[in-house]
């Protein structure tokens, strides 16, 4: 399964942007580009997902690079809700299972 | 509410005993996803249903581990003889058909503590 790497922690202040970076050297044609976060003490949580194009939901924005071999994912005014463990994860097509890696553990500052 | 629940949510155990453990998915999801995820790491895919079919399992899932999904609802995973190592948080999702697998719902997990 293709990598990510995603630095271990981050912090931001209140009411502000946070871009969560994501490098992915190795990804494939066919593989889509996850985000879910961890809050404390809960399972993981869907956050938005794309191929090659960038994407908007309601909880955030993915945006991915032209050569597809990073991505971030932005959260538009990270409230303190917003402070969880943040996975990176790439799928491939078909693909039944997520590969997490260790995530980035972000810290919201009021 | 209609998310994915888990049962119990907290067991403790002795070393040597079984434990099951219970997942109900969101109702119409025919996938259902067994993780597990120790401290400090994120979660280790273990095995997939598709209904009732277990159609994939990860090399982590040793003999003592066994998961059925009887009807194609409610999911169980059962720990036999359990070791130490088996302390961690397991975890369930589930996810329509394969349309739309890219979304998993997780559910709170199940916290296994084996003394």
């Known amino acids: 399964d293709a990598k990510t790497t995603q630095p271990n922690s981050m912090e931001s202040n209140e009411e502000e942007p946070v871009h969560l970076p994501c490098n992915h050297s190795?990804?494939?044609?066919?593989?889509?580009i996850h985000w879910y976060r961890q809050l404390p003490s809960q399972g993981p949580e869907y956050v938005i997902h794309g191929l090659t194009s960038n994407v908007n939901n309601r909880m955030a924005s993915l945006a991915i690079a032209e050569d597809r071999k990073s991505s971030t994912l932005i959260l538009h005014r990270a409230t303190l809700r917003d402070a969880a463990v943040y996975y990176c994860?790439?799928?491939?097509?078909?693909?039944?299972?997520?590969?997490f890696g260790t995530g980035t553990r972000l810290t919201v500052i009021p | 509410d209609t998310g994915v629940s888990q049962n119990p949510r907290h067991k403790i155990t002795k070393r040597g005993q079984n434990v099951t453990f219970r997942c109900d998915p969101i109702s119409e999801h025919n996938r259902l996803y067994w993780y597990r995820q120790t401290l400090g790491q994120g979660p280790e895919f273990l095995t997939y249903?598709?209904?009732?079919?277990?159609?994939?399992k990860s090399r982590l899932l040793s003999d003592r581990f066994s998961a059925e999904r009887p009807k194609g609802s409610f999911s169980t995973l059962e720990i036999q003889r359990t070791e130490q190592g088996d302390s961690a948080m397991y975890l369930c999702?589930?996810?329509?058909?394969?349309?739309?697998?890219?979304?998993?719902?997780f559910g709170p997990g199940t916290r296994l503590t084996v003394t």
């Open positions: 999702a589930s996810s329509l058909g394969a349309s739309r697998s890219l979304e998993q719902y």
């Open positions: 249903f598709q209904n009732e079919a277990q159609l994939e």
């Open positions: 190795t990804i494939s044609g066919t593989d889509y």
């Open positions: 994860i790439l799928q491939k097509t078909g693909a039944n299972n997520l590969f």
